[in-house]
């Protein structure tokens, strides 16, 4: 603090948590987990974290009190249980300006392991998220696809402008306001999507599929990002997880797609072919077929558990 002096203007737990992820990554590196720690970019979101000691942090009437900052108005999105102990805030600031904070907050639990009956499989579908065994489709509306015409146009108009000025800052904020709102309502869905399948069943059997390995592959890397599939499985996960209920992952070389459900015959199943039609009789979408076949191989696991 005596060589860098600004740094008595920072929380000193912010800085101690700094220090902390800084370890955590180094360490993480040097296991072969993570590739090598670098600077945090200055234009996407930026963030800090500070915890709860002697009262430094206090929750109002639509404010907080925060270590350096004193109070500060907020809109509270839900009230934290009285039986709930405050631990730490982050304080993160988006692309277009906005500031948020996340307070981390500590109870005692029990969850008690609900009883599987209700069983549902889910096959990703890039059209749409996914296909269910009970034959629904979740119909993921595409928002960056329906957002591209109007991103393209805005980020056409900043390339144009002289970087760092004040009209390029203006249009810069523009280009994030769209991206975020495409981002939140994906969000918004899937969290939605989530809540009602976890609602409705006991267990959820996806197949364990490597997303960038698809995207890279396949070179349908627009199409993946916009599902947001990685994002809604570690929704289903957590809201499983809370309510004693499971999501049971199967092998992604699991041969869904070329497996009849019916009578377990296997044929190959070319991207263009959307039926499935098999010696059996059976006569199904290609989707749909998946999703069964994905929720038989969940039971089984289940069984063997």
Not at 1 to 28: C, G, M, P, R, T
Not at 85 to 95: E, N, P, R
Not at 135 to 164: F, H, I, V, W
Request: charged share 30%.
């Amino acid at each position: 603090k005596k060589e860098f002096e600004w740094l008595k203007e920072v929380d000193s737990l912010a800085l101690a948590n700094a220090q902390l992820n800084l370890d955590k990554a180094y360490k993480a590196f040097f296991k072969g987990n993570a590739k090598f720690p670098k600077f945090k970019s200055k234009r996407h979101k930026q963030s800090y974290t500070t915890n709860l000691v002697n009262g430094n942090i206090e929750l109002f009437d639509g404010h907080i009190k925060l270590p350096k900052l004193k109070k500060v108005k907020i809109k509270q999105h839900r009230e934290i249980p009285l039986e709930c102990k405050m631990k730490s805030c982050t304080l993160s600031m988006t692309a277009s300006g906005k500031y948020y904070i996340s307070i981390l907050t500590e109870c005692e639990k029990e969850i008690e392991a609900k009883e599987i009956q209700d069983v549902v499989g889910l096959d990703f579908a890039m059209d749409g998220l996914f296909v269910d065994s009970e034959g629904e489709k979740a119909n993921y509306p595409k928002y960056y696809r329906q957002m591209l015409e109007k991103l393209a146009k805005e980020q056409r108009k900043l390339s144009r402008k002289k970087k760092g000025s004040s009209n390029w800052n203006k249009q810069r904020i523009r280009v994030a306001k769209i991206q975020e709102k495409v981002a939140n309502q994906r969000k918004n869905f899937l969290h939605h999507k989530s809540t009602e399948l976890v609602s409705n069943f006991d267990a959820i059997v996806i197949e364990d599929l490597d997303m960038k390995g698809m995207s890279q592959a396949l070179k349908f890397g627009k199409s993946i990002a916009d599902n947001g599939w990685g994002m809604f499985t570690s929704f289903l996960q957590y809201k499983l997880k809370g309510q004693g209920k499971q999501l049971v992952k199967i092998d992604k070389w699991f041969p869904s797609t070329k497996t009849c459900s019916n009578c377990g015959n296997t044929q190959p199943m070319p991207m263009n072919i959307r039926m499935y039609v098999c010696l059996c009789g059976l006569n199904l979408d290609r989707d749909y077929n998946s999703a069964l076949n994905i929720k038989k191989e969940g039971i089984r696991l289940l069984a063997t558990a």
